[in-house]
Nanobody, 119 residues
Framework: QVQLVESGGGLVQPGGSLRLSCEAS????????MGWYRQAPGKQRELVTT???????NYADSVKGRFTISRDNAKKTVYLQMNSLKPEDTAVYYC?????????????WGQGTQVTVSS
């Protein structure tokens, strides 16, 4: 069983920065692809960014150039550095993980952390 715990959310002004962290436990971290999703009020959950076990990254167009995902396998942690934040980035951010060796695929989710961008 994989547990994911997010931290680092909060209130920030437009143009500001935040760094989210997601620490995994109960698993061999380096066989898991990791990602961040977000869900704004009244909207569906959407993909923000992913990082594979080899460090290949992918970003939603809306965050390219502003957000950076990274991982530290020794600390079993994935990070999301968010710069130049906009009000439309306001959402609950969820950490996601799935094993590259498990069949069928099973996704694990954190409890979410609130990010609010407002003046």
């Amino acid at each position: 069983q994989v547990q994911l715990v997010e931290s680092g959310g909060g209130l920030v002004q437009p143009g500001g920065s935040l760094r989210l962290s997601c620490e995994a436990s109960g698993t061999i971290f380096n066989v898991y692809n990791m990602g961040w999703y977000r869900q704004a009020p009244g909207k569906q959950r959407e993909l923000v960014t992913t990082i594979t076990i080899r460090g290949v990254t992918n970003y939603a167009d809306s965050v390219k150039g502003r957000f950076t995902i990274s991982r530290d396998n020794a600390k079993k942690t994935v990070y999301l550095q968010m710069n130049s934040l906009k009000p439309e980035d306001t959402a609950v951010y969820y950490c996601n993980a799935y094993s590259v060796i498990a069949v069928p695929r099973r996704d694990y989710w954190g409890q979410g952390t609130q990010v609010t961008v407002s003046s």
